[in-house]
C-alpha cells in the first residue's frame, strides 16, 4: 500500500493538468496524484483498446556514473547487467537486502556511459540512502527525480502517436529498449518502451518544465485517454504484474515473490544472493498465489480460507475490467495450495469460491 | 445533479418512491457519481426483512464499497436481479431502470423521517 510520507503532499508538475481535467486527486507515496479522470473502466479499457496516459512523475530516476558503476550495480542489484550490456537496453531487477528481502523492484537503462534506474515513488528515498550507503568512491549517485518527469503512453495504438510526434525519420526502440526522441522538433524526450500495462507502448522521460507540454501534445491525438492510478492498477494486475508494497516488501523474498526469474542461477555475488540461493534449494513455506472468483470483489486484506484454515490474505485485489471478475493475489502456504486449487475468499462474512490460477490473469492478443 | 421532485431521499444518498404500502429504492444521481463506475451489485433475496437502517446490499466500484442502508422497515417484494449482470445502469439512470429492490413497508409513519427534494437537495449542495 502507499506509503504517505510526513508533511505536505508533493505535486508532480502535471497537477494543474489533472485539475482542470476534473481528476480525482488522492494522496499516494506522499504526492496528490489523480486516481481517475471520468472513470476508471473507461480508462481502463481505453488503454487496452487505443491509448492511456498516465502521469508517473513520482516514480525515482537516479543516474549512476563512474568507472565503478557497473561493477558496483551487479552488487546491488539481482538481474544481470550483462544481459544489458548493449546501450539502449533496459531489464527489469530487485534490490535486496542481505536477509534477501525486497527492498524496491526497480528498471534499469543501460543510456550509455551511465545507468538510469527507475524506482517506485514510496521507495525513492529509502532507495537512494541504500544505494549511497554502498557505493564505492568511483561511482557518483545523482536523484534526478525532481528534475525528470514521467509519462507513460500505453495501449495498442500508443506507437503511432510517439512516432508521429517524433518525426518520420525516427524508429521507435524495440522492447525494453530506450532511445532519445524530439517531439515537434523542439522537445527533447528520452523514450523506453517500457510499461506496467501489459499492452504495448512507451516511457516519456522529459525535464519537469516541459512536463505539461508533452501533456498536451499527447492529448491533442483524439485516440489518447488521461488515465489514473486506479485503471493503472487494475491494467497491472490483469497481467500478473507485482506491486511493491502490496505483493511484495521488506518481508518477502523474490522466491516467495515469485520473481526469481529477476534473479538469474548463473549470477552470484549480489547482496542478498545466498538467501535467493538457499530458496531454490529450499523452498520457502510461502509464495505469491494468483486468484481468479466467481463473484464479488476481493481487496486488500481480506481473509483467503482453506476449508475452516485461514491459509493468508488477500495483497492485491480488484474487479478485473476485462474479465468482468475479481482477481487477486495472496501469499499462501506453497505445498499445499498450487495453481488449479480452490481456495475460499471472505468478502465481510460471506465466503466466495476462487480458483488458484497462474499468471496472468489476461493475455493480450 | 437530478434531484427528482416526486421522490423522498435519505441522508445516506438513496431515493425511496412510495406507492400506498411499497417503497422502490434506490441511490441517488449524486451518490452514483460520487461511487464512479459501479461494476458489482450484492442484492437481498426477495422475503429477507429489514430493520430501518440496517444494510440491505452492497455497491461496489473498482476502488470502493458503500453499503445499502434500508430506508424503511419492511420485507424485500423484488429486487432489480438485471443489476447484477449490468450494475453500470445504476451509473447510467439511477432514478429508472437502475432502481435496487422494492419493500413493503411495515411502519408507514417511519415515511415522516425522510427528506423531500428540497430538503436533500440542499444536503448535496
Redesign the interface.
Known amino acids: 500500500m502507499e506509503e504517505q510520507a510526513a508533511g505536505p503532499l508533493l505535486k508532480t508538475p502535471l497537477y494543474d493538468e489533472h485539475v482542470s481535467l476534473g481528476a480525482?486527486m488522492a494522496p499516494f507515496a506522499g504526492y496528490e496524484m489523480p486516481?481517475?479522470y471520468s472513470?476508471?473502466?473507461?480508462e481502463h479499457h481505453a488503454t487496452r483498446n487505443a491509448v492511456g496516459i498516465f502521469d508517473v512523475s513520482h516514480m525515482g530516476e537516479f543516474r549512476l556514473t563512474g568507472a565503478g558503476a557497473y561493477d558496483f550495480l551487479q552488487r546491488m542489484l539481482t538481474n544481470d547487467l550483462d544481459r544489458i550490456g548493449e546501450i539502449g537496453t533496459a531489464q527489469y531487477t530487485l534490490m535486496l537486502d542481505e536477509e534477501g528481502h525486497i527492498i524496491d523492484d526497480l528498471i534499469v537503462y543501460n543510456t550509455g556511459g551511465e545507468y538510469l534506474i527507475v524506482a517506485n515513488a514510496s521507495n525513492r528515498t529509502t532507495d537512494f540512502e541504500w544505494l549511497s550507503s554502498h557505493a564505492p568512491d568511483d561511482v557518483e549517485l545523482a536523484d534526478e527525480s525532481d528534475r525528470t518527469a514521467l509519462v507513460a503512453v500505453q495501449g495498442p495504438e500508443a506507437l503511432q502517436v510517439i512516432t508521429e510526434l517524433a518525426g518520420a525519420d525516427w524508429e521507435a526502440p524495440e522492447r525494453f529498449h530506450i532511445k532519445d526522441a524530439l517531439f515537434q522538433g523542439s522537445l527533447p524526450a528520452l523514450v523506453a518502451r517500457t510499461g506496467y500495462t501489459g499492452e504495448d507502448g512507451v516511457e516519456v522521460f522529459v525535464r519537469s518544465a516541459d512536463a505539461v507540454a508533452l501533456w498536451r501534445l499527447l492529448l491533442s491525438f483524439p485516440e489518447v485517454t488521461p488515465a489514473g492510478l486506479?485503471a493503472r492498477d487494475?491494467l497491472r494486475l490483469e497481467v500478473g504484474y507485482s506491486l511493491y508494497g502490496s505483493d511484495m516488501d521488506r518481508g518477502r523474498t523474490p522466491i516467495e515473490a515469485g520473481l526469481g526469474w529477476v534473479c538469474p542461477k548463473t549470477k552470484s555475488g549480489y547482496i542478498g544472493s545466498e538467501v535467493v540461493a538457499a530458496q531454490r534449494e529450499n523452498p520457502p513455506a510461502e509464495v505469491l498465489r494468483f486468484l481468479r472468483l466467481q463473484?464479488?470483489?476481493p481487496?486488500h486484506g481480506y481473509g483467503v480460507f482453506a476449508g475452516e484454515r485461514e491459509v493468508g490474505t488477500i495483497a492485491s485485489g480488484?474487479?478485473s475490467?476485462t474479465l468482468g471478475v475479481?482477481i487477486a493475489t495472496a501469499y499462501l502456504p506453497r505445498n499445499d495450495i498450487k495453481p488449479g486449487a480452490q481456495v475460499e475468499v471472505d468478502i465481510?462474512g460471506r465466503r466466495v469460491i476462487a480458483e488458484v490460477i497462474k499468471p496472468p490473469f489476461f493475455v493480450k492478443d | 445533479m437530478a434531484i427528482p421532485a416526486e421522490l423522498n431521499y435519505t441522508e445516506d444518498h438513496e431515493w425511496v418512491k412510495i406507492e400506498s404500502e411499497t417503497a422502490m429504492i434506490g441511490i441517488t444521481d449524486y451518490a452514483q457519481d460520487q461511487l464512479?463506475?459501479l461494476?458489482?451489485v450484492?442484492l437481498p433475496a426477495v422475503g429477507d426483512t429489514f430493520a430501518v437502517g440496517a444494510v440491505f446490499g452492497?455497491v461496489?466500484?473498482?476502488?470502493s464499497?458503500s453499503e445499502l442502508l434500508a430506508p424503511l422497515s419492511g420485507k424485500v417484494i423484488e429486487v432489480n436481479a438485471e443489476l447484477e449482470s449490468a450494475p453500470e445502469t445504476i451509473n447510467n439512470d439511477p432514478y429508472g431502470a437502475g432502481w435496487i429492490i422494492k419493500m413493503s413497508v411495515s411502519d408507514p409513519s417511519q415515511t415522516g423521517a425522510l427528506l423531500d427534494a428540497t430538503a436533500y437537495e440542499a444536503l448535496t449542495a
Open positions: 480525482k486516481i481517475e472513470a476508471l473502466v473507461s486506479g487494475t463473484r464479488g470483489i481487496r480488484s474487479h475490467p475479481g465481510r | 464512479g463506475g461494476v458489482f450484492n452492497e461496489e466500484s473498482v476502488k464499497v
